[in-house]
């Protein structure tokens, strides 16, 4: 099962499976946009997503913070956004100002900073309600929001600026005073923008029939659109802005490319690094790039880690790792159980099984509490990719370089065939997580859980049930760390 409960999301099957999502790197300010012509009805609306966060909101990143998901803009007086706001914790926003004045504020009371799983905003407006309570819905995971911190309803009849002739509408970003003043930092998947209905969360999802607490995403065709609705499945690697709504209100991609379509999705989540255990890391390509900071200037530098957002104790599962950029010795990769503390440097900590190249003949291990060098493991270099391999099952654990694995005397192991693990006698009593440590200047740990790779992939493997795209071929009866896989074999 995964590490954390994942809102449930471990389905093996929920009838309507969304096979892609769009990443949005914080730092390329990204974004999908098109300016807005004439709408079908201005007073009604509806935009419809599922989101997993990449960072907190009042995280700053490139000198902005908050997340947002959805905004328009025409000028400073006269621009709308659907963001997490930049408080401390983050908090769904929906905000709206015309002529200068701001005539929507709805904040949530409620707070919203998983980072591991996928949630459902949906937003409905109808101004021409004669209770102002019921000009703007908003609904997370099917369940419509009443509880604010922040309540301003629109007059009757009032007009938001996603439904405004001329205004440049943007997935991705929200306006200051004279253009984008944040960007969006995750994943979005099934994104809709309806034009002249509004529509209740349930057009877009549904509870599971088997497990009601659980809500899902469902075929949403036969909606009617509007003359500016779109919809954006992201199946299209080349075209990740293409309208499929019957349309043709394609969107265009700003610092988005092919590698940013994902098969993270809310129908199968997949394992990222969890910036909520780091210690002082950056995190960026959907948390599965971490980054250590410099030196502190006076010449001492603390060695960062992180850790994956699911863990196993049974089952078979593989990931990929490439230490790159900065100085020093290349990242240190391996496992650790969930109740390991957060630390600067773990390498006496027990719960850590571990890989490092410490500047020896051969490279070091870290095995539960001790730290010493290896009598025959490659040392792995910059730009490698080091291939792990963790079988719960077994209580072992492969790791490789390139491709070939290794056990601690340089024999080639054989993860398929359960021989030469580089570790052993892993305990089954606790969740294991995937876990990085960088240790030097600057320098990153690129993980590829199979959702969304955060470094270039030449070749493009999947597990054997055809889930996760990897450098190297997935041994035989290991699996990609998402939540269909956890839940077949977790």
Same mark, same amino acid.
């Given at each position: ?92 926003? @929906? ?27 949906? @937003? ?124 043709? &209100?394609?969107?265009?991609? &700003? ?132 291939? @792990? ?102």
């Amino acid at each position: 099962m995964p590490f954390p409960i994942l809102a449930g999301k471990a389905i093996v099957d929920s009838g309507f499976n969304v096979d892609n999502s769009c990443r949005f790197n914080d730092n390329d300010e990204p974004t999908l946009s098109r300016d807005i012509g004439t709408v079908t009805l201005a007073t009604k609306s509806t935009f419809s997503c599922w989101v997993k966060q990449g960072k907190e909101a009042n995280v700053t990143i490139e000198g902005d913070a908050g997340n947002p998901i959805f905004g328009a803009f025409t000028d400073g007086n006269n621009r709308s956004h659907i963001a997490f706001n930049d408080t401390s914790p983050p908090h769904l926003e @929906v905000w709206s100002k015309k002529g200068g004045s701001v005539i929507a504020n709805l904040v949530t009371t409620a707070s919203y900073r998983d980072l591991s799983a996928w949630m459902h905003v949906c @937003v409905a407006v109808d101004t021409t309600q004669g209770t102002a309570s019921n000009r703007i819905k908003v609904y997370v995971n099917g369940t419509r929001v009443t509880d604010f911190g922040t309540e301003t309803y629109p007059d009757e009849d009032a007009v938001l600026e996603w439904s405004t002739n001329s205004a440049s509408s943007k997935i991705g970003a929200k306006h200051g005073g004279s253009g984008p003043s944040a960007w969006m930092d995750g994943y979005l998947a099934e994104v809709y923008f309806i034009d002249g209905t509004a529509y209740a969360a349930s057009d877009f999802g549904e509870f599971n029939e088997d497990s009601p607490t659980i809500w899902q995403p469902k075929d949403a065709s036969g909606l009617t659109f509007g003359d500016e609705g779109f919809y954006c499945d992201f199946e299209d690697s080349g075209d990740l802005g293409d309208d499929e709504s019957g349309n043709t &209100n394609d969107l265009t991609e &700003n610092n988005i490319v092919a590698a940013d379509q994902a098969t993270d999705t809310p129908t199968n989540n997949f394992c990222t690094l969890n910036p909520l255990s780091r210690d002082e890391m950056t995190f960026a390509e959907g948390n599965c790039k971490a980054t250590q900071a410099s030196d502190d200037g006076g010449g001492s530098r603390t060695d960062d880690n992180a850790r994956g957002t699911m863990g196993v104790s049974s089952g078979k599962f593989y990931w990929e790792v490439k230490g790159t950029g900065g100085s020093g010795a290349p990242v240190v990769v391996g496992i650790c159980f969930d109740k390991l503390k957060m630390g600067s440097d773990l390498s006496g900590e027990t719960g850590v099984y571990a890989i490092q190249n410490a500047g020896a003949t051969n490279a070091y291990k870290r095995e539960n509490g001790t730290t010493a060098e290896t009598s025959g493991f490659t040392n792995p270099a910059t730009n490698d990719i080091i291939n @792990v391999a963790l079988d719960m099952d077994n209580g072992k654990l492969y790791i490789g370089i390139n491709g070939t694995y290794e056990n601690q005397a340089g024999s080639t192991g054989d993860p398929a065939g359960g021989s030469n693990e580089t570790f052993s006698s892993i305990s089954t009593s606790y969740f294991w997580l995937p876990f990085v440590e960088s240790r030097g200047d600057n320098q990153a740990a690129e993980c590829n859980f199979g959702g969304c790779p955060s470094f270039s992939i030449s070749s493009g493997n999947a597990d054997a049930n055809g889930y996760g795209n990897f450098e190297y071929a997935v041994p035989s009866g290991y699996y990609a760390l998402c939540t269909k896989n956890l839940a077949e074999y977790g």
